[in-house]
């Protein structure tokens, strides 16, 4: 990884990077294959030498570099580093970059030695829950903080289409294709951002994920049971599932399988990063509950992959970028259950809580009553928010629930 010129910003995560800067906590950027974690790593790694930081005490280790072996251990990371802080200024601090260090085997305890190395900052980057996990949860429990990266949010695409396409871009008119074709970093990369080349790329995001981060790393055996899955889950994310029901579409379609095999190729979707789930949950004490979870992909773009970019089912796109937006602001987020119907998010963040319905228009008089019913049924005084593209349906309830345009709510700068 180089630092090479003309990358763009993303102020949020290298705000949060520096915030941690002095802590003595290693830095662990968190987040799916392409997301964008090197650039961030790169800009990072910059912006140190722009503040005076001596070249030799920027020491950038990336096992994807040429030249690296491709079964390097901790015997050779260590050897790579020891090098490097040699040749590096110990009056001042070293800042040790890691860039998909989970490829180098036992890493996790030359990183827990470096940890003891006075004035040593570290930041490490991975691409799936396994890096938190096992051993290194053991050496580095408490050591260590979480910064989960994710694909693009509406507000930072719009600050690459506007420094790849000199495109100033209204929200209205940069939403659509946001929805439609997601927000991996990677698209800009591409010169001409067709249907055709989004697909392509998305697709070698998928294959790669999917066959390094899910099949290889767990011993799937069944890779076409696990390609099928997840596919049915993209294209139906917004639907509530149990295991028996995923088990059993599937053996509608001709395929073998147990619900503990779903349960556990769900989990390591989950583990590699390119699926969330929210678990549904009663508000009301009148409400039937047999728990089930709705999936959504980390990626609208990789969802209307698999179901070849329609436009048939918008409703349920733009409750999946809801719904990243969310995490990425830092809420916990369930589904709830009333007696009277479904809310979309319960989300909680500390003391906090916050419901929110999704609807993409809202000019029915009966859809507007439907999703208004399960709010106004709560008893308690928490915020309640729908969002909508509905511009011409805005406003506050006369029981106090707020309806906004989900395109402004997403630009909205209070992230955390």
């Known amino acids: ?136 949860g053991t050496l ?63 697709s070698s995001v998928y294959d790669t994920v999917i066959m390094n981060d899910v099949a290889l790393r767990t011993g799937v055996r069944d890779y076409p049971l696990l390609d099928r899955l997840c596919r049915y889950l993209f294209r139906t994310s917004g639907n509530l599932f149990s295991a028996n029901s995923v088990r059993n579409y599937l053996v509608s379609n001709g395929m073998k399988v147990h619900a503990n095999t779903i349960d556990a190729y769900l989990g390591a979707l989950e583990d590699a990063l390119i699926l969330h789930s929210a678990t549904q949950d009663s508000l009301s004490k009148k409400a039937l509950l047999n728990p089930r979870r709705k999936y959504y992909p980390v990626d609208t773009g990789l969802r209307n992959l698999a179901s070849g970019f329609s436009n048939l089912d918008t409703g349920f796109q733009l409750e999946n970028v809801v719904y990243l937006e969310l995490l990425r602001r830092r809420w916990d987020v369930s589904v709830g259950k009333t007696a009277s119907g479904e809310i979309d998010f319960v989300c909680r963040r500390g003391s906090d809580q916050l419901y929110v319905q999704v609807s993409e228009d809202l000019s029915s008089p009966q859809t507007r009553k439907r999703e208004l019913a399960p709010l106004n049924e709560l008893g308690d005084s928490f915020p309640k928010l729908v969002l909508t593209l509905d511009r011409l349906h805005e406003g506050i309830t006369e029981t106090g629930i707020r309806i906004e345009d989900a395109r402004d709510w997403l630009l909205e700068t209070d992230h955390r």
Not at 6 to 31: F, N, T
């Open 1 to 136: 990884m180089g630092f090479a010129r003309g990358l763009i910003p993303r102020k949020a995560y290298l705000d949060e990077l520096e915030r941690w800067e002095g802590s003595g906590l290693i830095r662990v950027l968190q987040g799916v294959r392409r997301c964008g974690k090197s650039s961030i790593l790169a800009t990072y790694g910059s912006g140190l030498l722009n503040r005076g930081v001596p070249q030799e005490n920027v020491i950038v280790y990336d096992q994807s570099q040429w030249l690296r072996p491709e079964h390097a251990d901790a015997a050779y990371l260590k050897e790579a580093l020891s090098q490097a802080l040699d040749q590096s200024d110990s009056a001042h601090p070293r800042y040790v970059l890691l860039d998909e260090v989970q490829e180098v085997d036992g890493w996790e305890r030359v990183v827990r030695q470096l940890q003891t190395v006075p004035g040593c900052e570290i930041v490490v980057t991975g691409s799936n829950a396994f890096l938190l996990s096992g051993e290194l």
């Open 140 to 202: 580095l429990s408490g050591r260590y903080v979480r910064i989960p990266i994710w694909p693009l949010s509406f507000s930072e695409y719009r600050v690459f289409k506007r420094a790849f396409d000199g495109d100033e871009n209204s929200p209205d008119d940069a939403y659509p294709s946001y929805q439609l074709y997601g927000g991996m970093p990677i698209l800009f990369s591409l010169r001409n951002r067709d249907e055709d080349a989004i697909r392509t790329v998305l």
